[in-house]
């Protein structure tokens, strides 16, 4: 069984910063792309960044130039650094990995439980 565990959310002042972890555990035999998403009240749930298992990344152009996507392999860990943080980034964050378990010859896409953000003075 895999599991994503995320981290890191809560509340900040618009302007502030915030550092998302989501660490992925159990029979894992690779991880390819890992990303967020975020799903604000009344929208759909939208991709907010990713990163390949090379490092190639890819952002949503809201949030170009504010947020960073990085990785760990050996920890399994996928990263979300948010700078400069508006209101309107305020969502529940969910972490994605497309895993391999063991004794499985597929990716299939694994999600988190989610983490709230909130941007308000």
């Known amino acids: 069984q895999v599991q994503l565990v995320e981290s890191g959310g809560g509340l900040v002042q618009p302007g502030g910063s915030l550092r998302l972890s989501c660490a992925a555990s159990?029979?894992?035999?690779?991880?390819?792309?890992m990303g967020w998403y975020r799903q604000a009240p009344g929208k759909e749930r939208e991709l907010v960044a990713a990163i390949t298992s090379t490092a190639t990344t890819n952002y949503a152009d809201s949030v170009k130039g504010r947020f960073t996507i990085s990785r760990d392999n050996a920890k399994k860990t996928v990263y979300l650094q948010m700078n400069s943080l508006k209101p309107e980034d305020t969502a529940v964050y969910y972490c994605?990995?497309?895993?391999?378990?063991?004794?499985?010859?597929?990716?299939?896409?694994?999600w988190g439980q989610g983490t709230q953000v909130t941007v308000s003075s």
């Open positions: 159990g029979s894992i035999f690779s991880i390819s792309t």
């Open positions: 994605n990995g497309a895993v391999m378990d063991y004794g499985v010859h597929y990716y299939r896409d694994y």
